[in-house]
């Protein structure tokens, strides 16, 4: 593995080692990658992020690395310094890799080619964001012990979601089940998944994984009703009351509080929410792990991991 920025294009047996290395970074394994000289790694993000761009910072200092912040509104971007350009101006200075978030759909798989230094796709427009992926794959993994099998209700703003389309990709890489919900105008028809009912899959489902609707990514009217939307498309605490004993509830983050979800349930016994964002830290550890480790630093300990996901 050379970048990391999709997971329609990766193969399961990386997943499975991504999420066998995260596993190890949950359970206290450290890692230093700097042990003889200081190493670099820049975060570039394009777009807004708080839970991305910090779990990124957290995970990278964990490591050892030296983070090189960028913000692209007090940057030459500004007097007109293309991404590529960028992107090539961290490498000359000595990033050993690059952490980037873009607006644009395909933009860092495209950097990811030109460039000859590894990339990790912290979500790029409405295409993918494999490393929140990657995370909600370990969350699953830590509640139910395994992925295949489990039927994963994906819902809402599917048509916009880069969370969705990296999480189904990789779920079904792994033998779960995918099932979409979404209002008819916000169904993506190029996924190649089951569309159903809200009303009806919900007692079916091990996971309900919710989705920010993408308000900053909508062509047309963004006059959404939050009242409206939440009986219609959102969990409610009706709806809630007949899911599984077991099944969960997940969302990437941020949430419309009484949008996509009740507020009484954000924080619910059965809300792994937060846990997500616990778990971004030691999946993007494991992902600059799995790119820049390439035998020149020390372990912490010997941690060994001794499971299978897939199984
Ligand atoms: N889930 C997620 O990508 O959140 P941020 O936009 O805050 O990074």
Redesign the pocket.
């Known amino acids: 593995m050379n970048n990391f920025v999709s997971m329609k294009t990766i193969k399961a047996n990386e997943i499975i080692k991504l999420l066998e290395q995260t596993d190890a970074f949950a359970n206290g394994q450290s890692f230093d990658l700097s042990s003889r000289k200081k190493r670099f790694i820049a975060n570039l993000f394009y777009e807004?992020?708080?839970?991305?761009?910090m779990s990124f910072e957290v995970a990278e200092k964990k490591l050892g690395l030296e983070v090189l912040d960028f913000h692209a509104e007090r940057s030459s971007v500004l007097k007109g310094e293309s991404v590529y350009d960028t992107a090539k101006t961290f490498a000359s200075i000595g990033a050993e890799a690059l952490v980037i978030r873009h607006p644009i759909n395909n933009q860092v798989q495209q950097l990811a080619e030109a460039l000859d230094l590894p990339v990790i796709n912290a979500?790029d427009g409405a295409g993918e964001?494999p490393t929140?992926s990657l995370l909600d794959l370990y969350t699953m993994y830590q509640e139910f012990g395994a992925i295949k099998g489990l039927n994963v209700l994906i819902v809402g703003d599917i048509l916009h979601s880069r969370v969705a389309r990296s999480n189904a990709y990789a779920l079904k890489a792994l033998g779960a089940n995918v099932y979409l919900a979404a209002k008819p105008e916000w169904k993506d028809q190029s996924l190649d998944f089951p569309y159903v009912d809200l009303d009806q899959a919900i007692e079916q489902c091990d996971v309900v994984m919710l989705l920010r609707i993408q308000l900053e990514r909508h062509q047309q009217s963004k006059d959404i009703k939050a009242s409206a939307y939440l009986t219609q498309y959102g969990l409610t605490v009706k709806r809630e009351q007949r899911m599984k004993k077991e099944a969960i509830i997940m969302h990437?983050?941020?949430i419309n509080r009484g949008v996509e979800i009740d507020d009484k349930l954000v924080e619910c016994q059965r809300s792994r929410i937060f846990k997500q964002m616990e778990n971004g830290v030691y999946a993007r550890m494991a992902v600059i792990h799995q790119l820049l480790n390439k035998g020149e630093s020390r372990h912490g300990n010997d941690y060994q991991t001794m499971f299978a996901y897939a199984h």
């Open positions: 807004p992020s708080t839970r991305t761009k979500g964001h929140q990437p983050a941020p």
